[in-house]
């Protein structure tokens, strides 16, 4: 799989989709390795859009007065045990694409204390996809602090990418640490 450092949780992507490319043919995995604080776990979240400019694929936005796809979130936990875990899953929506041609829209962390709730978990986007996003980069170093719920990359950035397609394993390296000022 990819190489892991203490205190370090790894996040790996495989597909073979081409830019532009539909997630459909389930062939598509979301799986992440590693080790991770003993006081932290997280949940995965993904985000899934319909693609079909349809009525029946979307929903009336009464505000705006426009018609907008659909959205649906599925969450999946990893395997946690003592300062490891474990974590695959098809990235392809479980029921199928069906008539309304689902797709994957963004793939979230949701990090908290190891104590918390389901619903207590703060989620922060990694990837989304669009057709003019990037190439994912290979390797990503995050400082998420559990107590706010936010996440920085090592530049003191927000972490989240738009990404054309996945093109091969990603690493991500998050690290437990205060983003509070003074802190």
């Known amino acids: 799989m990819i190489g892991i450092k203490a205190g370090a949780v790894a996040l790996a992507f495989s597909t073979g989709l081409a830019a532009g490319a539909a997630f459909a043919d389930g062939g598509d995995t979301l799986a992440f390795a590693g080790r991770i604080d003993p006081a932290l776990r997280y949940r995965v979240r993904v985000d899934y859009a319909t693609s079909v400019n349809d009525r029946a694929c979307q929903v009336d936005d009464y505000i705006t007065g426009m018609w907008i796809p659909q959205l649906e979130s599925r969450f999946e936990a990893p395997t946690i045990a003592g300062a490891t875990h474990g974590f695959t899953t098809p990235l392809a929506r479980p029921s199928g694409t069906g008539a309304c041609a689902w797709t994957p829209k963004?793939?979230?962390?949701?990090?908290?204390?190891?104590?918390?709730?389901?619903?207590?978990?703060?989620?922060?986007?990694?990837?989304?996809?669009?057709?003019?996003?990037?190439?994912?980069?290979?390797?990503?170093?995050?400082?998420?602090?559990?107590?706010?719920?936010?996440?920085?990359?090592?530049?003191?950035?927000?972490?989240?990418?738009?990404?054309?397609?996945?093109?091969?394993?990603?690493?991500?390296?998050?690290?437990?640490g205060s983003l509070r000022p003074g802190a």
């Open 106 to 176: 963004v793939v979230f962390l949701c990090l908290g204390p190891r104590t918390a709730a389901d619903d207590a978990l703060a989620c922060k986007a990694l990837m989304m996809f669009t057709p003019v996003g990037e190439d994912p980069p290979a390797a990503v170093a995050l400082t998420c602090d559990a107590a706010v719920g936010a996440c920085v990359d090592a530049g003191g950035r927000d972490p989240a990418r738009q990404v054309r397609a996945l093109t091969g394993p990603i690493q991500l390296d998050v690290a437990a």
